[in-house]
Structures are given as structure tokens and as C-alpha cells.
T-cell receptor, first 112, second 115 residues
Framework: GNSVTQMEGPVTLSEEAFLTINCTYT??????LFWYVQYPGEGLQLLLK?????DKGSNKGFEATYRKETTSFHLEKGSVQVSDSAVYFC???????????FGQGTRLTINP | EAGVTQFPSHSVIEKGQTVTLRCDPI?????LYWYRRVMGKEIKFLLH????????ESGMPNNRFLAERTGGTYSTLKVQPAELEDSGVYFC?????????????FGPGTRLTVT
């Protein structure tokens, strides 16, 4: 079946630290990959996406590269800010399908 | 443009009671989805409407859950009777067209607590 596995949280970092949140996937078809973010009190927002192998999605200083050989889509940011504190979800959708498949989410807290 | 809205934001009910959650999608979005996150685990798909028709309800956990989308606008998700394991956050999302190529926009969720 289709599944997404994220690194366990919570993750706590200091401001300006380097961030990596690991995400690997299993897919029966050809997936598009996403990172969603949920800030406190808000809904899920699409952070970035990649639709084919070796694509790099980027937004707000975050990046993730679609690695088909390792079935991974790790989220990175070079220098995090307090405002990045949120829950991050890795997700996939199979080409032609309608439903997103999510990982369990990683809660990130950035301390000043 | 207004985003996806959900009501209520939080509901606390006793086991055996009935609760109805409401979702208003972005205007003009024919596709509406319900998802659920239970106990801090992964967000799981429940069902998908195209206009008023159920396209895929493979994620509905059991027949205590009933989703409707009369007139193809807002949707309701009724849980009757509620059980303890139904506690979680229920998300609604909408998209303009097929999700493979179009972004799903999510609402803030309804936190359901069954005691």
C-alpha cells in the first residue's frame, strides 16, 4: 500500500539552527510529494511540493528534494525562526488518485 | 476569497451522543474531502465528494459516520452514536478540480472530544 513515515517528534531547536525533518514513503504508483504545515490555531497549509523525481520544492526558506532512489523527501531549512514553530506533515498523492496520504506529523518548537 | 471554514472549532460530547460537524468549502470548489487525525497520529482520509456525489468513501471507519453534501455546497459529517475512539481532529479540504493536479485547501479542523 501507500504510506509515509516521518521522524518522531517533538523537535526543539534554537533560533538560527539548521533543521532537517526526515520523510520516507512507500507507494504503489507514481506519487507527488508534499509538505504541509499547521501553525497554532490554523488549518493545514501547503508548504511545498514536488511532482517528479529530482524536483526540488521550496518556500519560505524551506526545501525538499524528491529522491526516488531512496524514496525520501526530507524537509530542510538553513536557519529556523521562532515563527517556524508548528506541526509539519509529509504527504503523498498517487497520480490519478484523489486522496492525500499523510505521515504522523512532527511538532517543531523553536526557542529564541 | 474566504478559505475553508469548519464549525464548531471544538466539541465535547459524551459517549453515545450525536455530533454533527460542518464544512464550508471555498466557493466554486466542486471537490470536498474529509480527513481525520486521531491521537496525534497520521491524518487519514475519510471520504471525497464531487459536488453532491460521494466519489470515494473508502476511509469511513464504520456506519456510525454519515457524510452529506446536499446541493453540492457545504458538507456535514455526523457521528451517531459517538464512541471514545472517535476523538480527534476532523479536517475538511476542498479543491477546484481533481486533487492530483490541484491543491487541496484545508480548514482549521474541528477538535472532537468524546468522554
Amino acid at each position: 500500500g501507500n504510506s509515509v513515515t516521518q521522524m518522531e517528534g517533538p523537535v526543539t531547536l534554537s533560533e538560527e539552527a539548521f533543521l532537517t525533518i526526515n520523510c520516507t514513503y512507500t507507494a504503489t504508483g507514481y506519487p507527488s510529494l508534499f509538505w504541509y504545515v499547521q501553525y497554532p490555531g490554523e488549518g493545514l497549509q501547503l508548504l511545498l511540493k514536488a511532482t517528479k523525481a529530482d524536483d526540488k520544492g521550496s518556500n519560505k526558506g524551506f526545501e525538499a528534494t524528491y529522491r526516488k532512489e531512496t524514496t525520501s523527501f526530507h524537509l530542510e531549512k538553513g536557519s529556523v525562526q521562532v515563527s517556524d514553530s508548528a506541526v509539519y506533515f509529509c504527504a503523498l498523492i498517487i497520480q490519478g488518485a484523489q486522496k492525500l496520504v499523510f505521515g504522523q506529523g512532527t511538532r517543531l518548537t523553536i526557542n529564541p | 476569497e474566504a478559505g475553508v471554514t469548519q464549525f464548531p472549532s471544538h466539541s465535547v460530547i459524551e459517549k453515545g451522543q450525536t455530533v454533527t460537524l460542518r464544512c464550508d468549502p471555498i466557493s466554486g470548489h466542486d471537490n470536498l474531502y474529509w480527513y481525520r487525525r486521531v491521537m496525534g497520529k497520521e491524518i487519514k482520509f475519510l471520504l471525497h465528494f464531487v459536488k453532491e456525489s460521494k466519489q470515494d468513501e473508502s476511509g469511513m471507519p464504520n456506519n456510525r459516520f454519515l457524510a452529506e453534501r446536499t446541493g453540492g455546497t457545504y458538507s456535514t459529517l455526523k457521528v451517531q452514536p459517538a464512541e471514545l475512539e472517535d476523538s480527534g481532529v476532523y479536517f475538511c479540504a476542498s479543491s477546484q478540480d481533481q486533487a492530483w493536479t490541484y491543491e487541496q485547501y484545508f480548514g482549521p479542523g474541528t477538535r472532537l472530544t468524546v468522554t
